[in-house]
C-alpha cells in the first residue's frame, strides 16, 4: 500500500476500519488532501487535487482509505484561517508581487524586505516538504505595529496561529498535527523555549509530549523579539526583520481589510501549493541552489519560489546581507576564530603546539576588538570538541596535521562561512578558502 505523509492522524477504532482522521496528506502518487472551511462556516472538509483540478468533499475515498477531516476545537476553528477552495491564479510573478505590495502599504517594508516577507510567506505552505522550515524573527520599537504585520502573515500564511505568552506546555498542547504558523508575540520569550523551538524544527524529529506520546513539532514560526535581533538566540536558523516604525500616513489594517485579503489570497496560495508541492519537494542539485551561504535556509526559499526566477533574485541580496551580519558574529567567536588558525597552520607546518594556536587565537580575536584570553587548556578543549585530535610530545601538546586533520580544517572552515584565500597547491582548497595569520 502506498503510504502518505506522516501528518496522518489515524482513528481506527475497529480492527480493518479504513477511517482515516487527517489535517492533509501528501500521497505518494502526486495527490493531495487539504483541510478547507465551507461556504456555510460549518464544519472543515477535504479538498483533494488529483495533479489537474480539485474536488472538495466531507470525505475523500483514496488509495484503498477513506480520510476525513481531523476533529478540531471550535477555538482552533476560529482562531486560524482555512481557504475556503483553491482558485488560480494569473502568474506566479502576479501572485508574489500583490502579496509583496501588501508588504509595502500596510507595513511600510521597502521593496527587498517586501521580497524577504513574500518569500517567507511562501514556505509556510510547504512545511511538510521542506527538512526545516524557516523561523522568521522580526525586532522593532512598536509591538502594536508587530502585531499589525503578524495579523496581515496570517491573513496570508497557511494556518495561522497567533501567541502570547508561549511555554514548553502550552506548545505542546497545540494542534501540531496542522503543522500551523506559529506567531509568536513574546519580546522576552526564554532561552530554554527558544532552544526547544531551534532543536526541534526538523520533520522526523520527535519531542517527548504527555502519557508517554512523542510530537513532529516541526513548523513555520515568527517570533516578535522586541529591540532585541535575537541574533545571539536563533545564530543563523532564522531569518531577520527590522520593522520600521508604525507610520501615521499607513492604511489601517481592519477586520474588513483582513477579510478581503484572506478570501483572496488564501484560496490563490492553496492552488499554488497544490501545483508546486512536488517541485518543492525534490532534491535539488547544488548547482542550482542560490549562491548564498546560508545554506539550508536559502535552499528552502529557493524551493518555495517556482515559476519567478526573477522573484528569487531579489530575494538574494536580502539573504546576503544577513550573511554579512552573520559573518561579522562570527568573526569573533572562538571556534570560527581557531578554525582560522588552524588552517593557515596546516599549509605552513607538520604540527605545532596548542600553546602556540592558543597564541595566535588570542591575538586574532583581539585584532577583531575581544578582550577575552583563552588559555592554552581552553583552546585544547575547544580543538577537541571541533574534532581535532592533539598528540602528547616532549613540549606539551601538539595538533599534527595529518591528511586527515587539514580536511577537517577545510570542511570546518566551509562550514563557518569563512571568506579566505585559495592556497596553492592545495587540492583541498576552494577558491576564497584559506586565511593568512600574523
Not at 63 to 85: D, G, K
Not at 134 to 139: E, I, K, R
Not at 157 to 167: F, I, K, T, V
Not at 261 to 276: D, K, T, V
Request: net charge positive; with cysteine.
Amino acid at each position: 500500500m502506498t503510504k502518505s505523509a506522516r501528518r496522518t492522524t489515524r482513528n481506527n477504532s475497529e480492527p480493518g476500519d479504513r477511517t482515516v482522521a487527517t489535517s492533509g496528506e501528501i500521497f505518494a502518487d502526486g495527490t493531495l488532501t487539504e483541510l478547507v472551511a465551507p461556504a456555510d462556516n460549518g464544519k472543515p472538509a477535504l479538498l483533494f487535487w488529483n495533479g489537474k483540478r480539485v474536488r472538495i468533499a466531507p470525505q475523500i475515498d483514496h488509495l484503498r482509505q477513506v480520510y476525513r477531516p481531523l476533529e478540531l476545537e471550535v477555538s482552533i476553528r476560529q482562531a486560524m484561517r482555512f481557504p475556503r477552495a483553491a482558485r488560480p491564479y494569473a502568474s506566479t510573478k502576479a501572485l508574489f508581487k500583490g502579496i509583496a505590495n501588501l508588504f509595502e502599504r500596510y507595513i511600510g517594508l521597502s521593496t527587498p524586505e517586501a521580497a524577504m516577507a513574500t518569500a517567507w510567506t511562501a514556505t509556510t505552505w510547504f512545511p511538510d516538504c521542506l527538512s526545516s522550515p524557516p523561523t522568521l524573527v522580526v525586532s522593532g520599537p512598536d509591538m502594536s505595529h508587530a502585531i499589525t504585520f503578524f495579523r496581515l502573515l496570517r491573513c496570508l500564511s497557511r494556518r495561522g496561529l497567533l501567541l502570547a505568552e508561549l511555554s514548553r506546555s502550552s506548545l505542546l498542547s497545540l494542534p501540531m498535527a496542522l503543522r500551523p504558523t506559529l506567531m509568536v508575540n513574546q519580546p522576552y520569550l526564554s532561552r530554554t523555549i527558544t532552544s526547544l523551538l531551534r532543536a526541534s524544527n526538523y520533520r522526523g524529529l520527535f519531542v517527548s509530549g504527555n502519557r508517554g506520546a512523542v510530537m513532529d513539532i516541526a513548523c513555520s514560526k515568527a517570533v516578535y523579539s522586541g529591540m532585541e535581533a535575537g541574533a545571539d538566540s536563533w545564530g543563523d536558523s532564522a531569518l531577520y526583520l527590522a520593522l520600521p516604525p508604525g507610520r501615521s500616513d499607513l492604511p489601517p489594517l481592519g477586520v474588513r481589510e483582513q477579510d478581503e485579503i484572506a478570501n483572496l489570497f488564501q484560496p490563490q496560495m492553496l492552488m499554488y501549493r497544490c501545483r508546486a508541492f512536488r517541485q518543492v519537494r525534490e532534491p535539488r542539485p547544488a548547482a542550482g541552489r542560490p549562491k548564498s551561504p546560508n545554506g539550508e535556509m536559502a535552499h528552502n526559499l529557493a524551493a518555495c519560489i517556482q515559476g519567478d526566477p526573477d522573484f528569487l533574485q531579489t530575494v538574494i541580496p536580502f539573504l546576503q546581507r544577513q550573511e554579512e551580519d552573520a559573518l561579522a558574529r562570527r568573526s569573533c567567536d572562538v571556534k570560527s576564530a581557531l578554525v582560522e588558525v588552524v588552517l593557515a597552520q596546516s599549509h605552513e607546518a607538520k604540527e605545532i603546539a596548542v600553546s602556540r594556536v592558543a597564541e595566535l587565537t588570542n591575538a586574532l580575536l583581539r585584532c577583531r576588538g575581544e578582550l577575552l584570553e583563552y588559555s592554552g587548556q581552553e583552546i585544547g578543549w575547544t580543538l577537541k570538541q571541533l574534532g581535532f585530535y592533539r598528540h602528547r610530545s616532549g613540549g606539551g601538546m601538539v595538533l599534527r596535521f595529518s591528511r586527515e586533520t587539514r580536511l577537517l580544517a577545510h570542511q570546518l572552515a566551509r562550514h563557518y562561512g569563512l571568506t579566505l584565500s585559495a592556497m596553492d597547491g592545495c587540492g583541498d582548497c576552494t577558491p576564497t578558502q584559506v586565511p593568512t595569520t600574523q
